[in-house]
């Protein structure tokens, strides 16, 4: 069972990918939820109004607890929210991930963008796709991987799907386009 955090943000389209790429799926809305679920998935959105409702219900820490144990699979605000280090401006993150991000890098929503992109030949060897739809909306720029982090797509040289260990980071929205090889690569860490 794989969970979707859903206080804000595009939660309805990553269950539907997920149920389109085979997963069973939940909301996760509080601590409790939180514990019925192998693995989550913090959707794109706005990662200060996440913040904020993570601290209203009282989910930072649980979700801090969850990382260390379970796979999380963070795309665009939730790549925000995994990271170690985050800028423009500095905010709270959960560090489960070594990545240093800068938030809203690309510019303002008409630099919002869809790239066609060819992956990394690990990503290929593991998913079969040869070529990634990037769908990018005020995304941030993954600046810098740390130990343990493995790059699988990048664009223009910026990492933009980033693996470590049993978390992976996307900048871009796979849960936009019919493509769910990026969902199934996550599905195989639960
Ligand atoms: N710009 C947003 C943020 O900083 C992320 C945008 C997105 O998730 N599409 O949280």
Sequence with gaps: MVG???????????????VRAGANTRLVRNADELGDVGGLVIPGGESTTMLKLLHYGGMMDALRRFSETKPIFGTCAGAILLAEKVCNPSQESLGAMAISVERNAYGRQNESRICSLVPEEEF?????????????????????????????VAYNGDPV??????????TFHPELTDDVSVQRLFLGKL
């Design 4 to 18: 979707v955090l859903a206080l804000q943000g595009d939660f309805a389209a990553h269950e539907a990918a997920l």
């Design 124 to 152: 290929i060897r593991r998913t079969g796709a040869e070529k990634v739809e990037a769908v990018f909306i005020r995304a941030p720029v993954i600046r810098k991987v740390g130990q343990g982090g493995r790059v699988l």
């Design 161 to 170: 799907l980033v693996e470590q260990g049993m978390h992976l980071a996307a």
